[in-house]
């Protein structure tokens, strides 16, 4: 079968261009990890199973010699900007994570929790991007049964069964979470929780409340999406958008932030769909790089017309199956965001808890089937791109 010919959708390493701000250093990085790990209470809080994960961080990163970087823990950019935000007694277990997120999937190894959990505050969506499944009318109609928002006491029950679990989790996935209208308790619920929680926003709806709910919360990353830093090119992709009102609202949050928390240890980034020659990340820099600490592009990905795409006879098996799990408003446990309308769905939280669906044999079998090359043989995964 001939190989499609769009580019591969490597979502450890998604950023197709990315600036940062200059206010880290690798080699200061690095002398701080070799300081926590002299320390003889690093790992008091830590299990057996996470100090052995512990310890091949830091062989991998000052003790190895090997010239294979495949399996090999390494410390990018992005990443050192995260561990600027852990205390010295965070840091061992960000590493830990980290590793889980970065290594357990190339090594096809799984233990009981996801490395990385994104939930769905909400599906609906007021964009329209036109790269985006929220173009599909057999997604979005009503009747389909796909739109709605999460209620606080499911957002709770997954909330209460990752802390302590999973590290790295996100909200976000199919629809704008600004949208959930219990998302500012759902905010103050994640308080001091995680080490690392994402929020993903088109920014539209950031009003004071809400950057303030953002701020006081456990967000350590918020991504405000964007995909162009003028008119008309801003709208066009971006449907029922207006760059203005993105401005605006993204201004706030930064005098907010700059008043009310100046100490506060969380990264800003805007970061957008590299979807045309149009786009340009030296235009992005010139209007976001004042208000945000990175400014982004990531890989297009044609997930928006995916269920009616020939296979495209790509054999590698899927690292999303290995790194993150999603749980959808209603309570659905799917393996990836691409699979919008859910045909791989493992089950509900409702109904099992997170350990169970991560490790549940339908999830088992899906993976067997990526790594045997039979990944032709799953709808959407025989016409996805990403590896």
Not at 349 to 372: A, C, G, M, P, Q
């Amino acid at each position: 079968m001939k190989k499609d010919s769009r580019p591969v959708y490597q979502k450890q390493n998604s950023f197709f261009e990315i600036r940062h701000k200059d206010n880290n250093s690798l080699a200061e990085t690095l002398e701080r990890i070799k300081s926590v790990r002299k320390r003889d209470d690093f790992s008091e809080k830590m299990s057996q199973a996470h100090k052995q994960i512990f310890n091949q961080v830091c062989n991998d990163l000052f003790d190895s010699d090997s010239k294979d970087q495949f399996n090999q823990f390494s410390l990018n950019p992005s990443v050192v900007e995260e561990i600027a935000t852990c205390s010295d007694s965070d840091l061992p277990r960000y590493l830990v994570h980290r590793y889980r997120y970065e290594i357990f999937p190339q090594l096809k190894t799984l233990d009981e929790y996801p490395p990385y959990l994104q939930i769905e505050p909400s599906s609906i969506c007021n964009f329209r991007c036109i790269f985006c499944f929220e173009t599909d009318p057999t997604f979005t109609d009503k009747a389909s049964g796909f739109m709605g928002q999460m209620t606080l006491e499911l957002f709770k029950k997954i909330i209460d069964q990752a802390a302590g679990n999973i590290e790295f989790l996100s909200l976000a996935s199919r629809g704008e979470p600004m949208i959930c209208k219990d998302i500012v308790p759902m905010l103050e619920y994640t308080r001091g929780k995680f080490l690392n929680l994402k929020l993903n926003t088109n920014a539209s709806l950031l009003d004071e409340e809400k950057c303030h709910a953002i701020l006081s919360g456990g967000v350590k990353t918020i991504v405000f999406s964007a995909d162009a830093a003028e008119e008309p090119l801003y709208s066009k992709f971006r449907v029922n958008g207006k760059l203005s009102v993105i401005l605006d609202n993204i201004e706030r949050f930064q005098k907010i932030r700059q008043t009310s928390y100046p100490d506060l240890p969380v990264i800003t980034r805007v970061s957008g769909v590299k979807f045309s020659d149009e786009q340009d990340l030296d235009s992005m820099q010139k209007v976001w790089g004042g208000l945000v600490d990175q400014v982004a592009f990531v890989k297009y990905n044609p997930w928006e017309n995916v269920y009616n795409q020939p296979a495209n006879g790509l054999d590698k098996a899927c690292s999303d199956l290995w790194r993150r799990m999603f749980v959808w408003w209603d309570g659905k446990a799917n393996p990836c965001d691409v699979d919008y309308k859910s045909t791989l769905s493992q089950g509900s939280i409702k109904e099992f808890d997170l350990s169970k669906l991560w490790r549940s044999s339908n999830y088992e079998t899906l993976r067997s089937d990526h790594i045997e090359s039979k990944r032709k043989n799953r709808n959407p995964c025989s016409a996805c791109t990403v590896v």
